[in-house]
């Protein structure tokens, strides 16, 4: 899938990646003061020192780590790439929509998105099938936290952005 300048990007919401910096700012402030008030205190100094590393460099490695890996998908004129689990052909989509859960994309076919999908993926057309009962028709959905916008709002941008047939 080429990448092209009017493709829509989709990418997971920044609400939670603030959510977990505030807490790991917290915490690892909150480790500082145990060690600075009493430093030589032995719980104090496993207790501040685990903070720290924990929520001050473990939390930042996080933080950045799902920053950069926050694309949800991408839609361009050949299809919609998923991020981690494959790429659908526009041919491949029957419809787009808004659940109470999230966005679905229902599909035609599933060779392409499955041939496309690496391993650990684990999608099967057995597993899309039943995830098409369980989600309101949809083989695919995205719950709506995990969206940078409304699924509705979602919905209505990959259908824009799919080419005229």
């Not at 109470?100 to 499955?114: K, N």
């Not at 098409?132 to 916008?149: I, S």
Request: some cysteine.
């Amino acid at each position: 899938m080429a990448d092209s300048a009017d493709a829509l990007t989709i990418v997971s919401s920044r609400r939670n990646l603030v959510v977990l910096l505030v807490i790991c700012v917290l915490f690892t402030a909150m480790g500082i003061v145990v060690l600075a008030l009493a430093p030589t205190k032995t719980l104090n100094l496993v207790v501040g020192i685990a903070a720290i590393g924990f929520f001050g460099f473990g939390g930042g490695v996080s933080l950045i780590g799902q920053w950069r890996r926050s694309v949800v998908l991408v839609a361009d004129d050949s299809g919609i790439r998923i991020t981690g689990a494959g790429r659908i052909p526009w041919a491949d989509v029957d419809r787009i929509g808004a659940t109470g859960e999230g966005l679905g994309i229902r599909l035609r076919r599933y060779d392409t998105f499955l041939s496309t999908a690496p391993a650990k993926a684990e999608h099967t057309a057995a597993t899309l099938r039943a995830g098409r009962t369980q989600h309101a028709g949809y083989d695919l959905v995205f719950a709506e936290r995990f969206l940078d916008r409304s699924p509705g709002e979602a919905a209505r941008d990959l259908q824009r952005r799919r080419p005229v047939s």
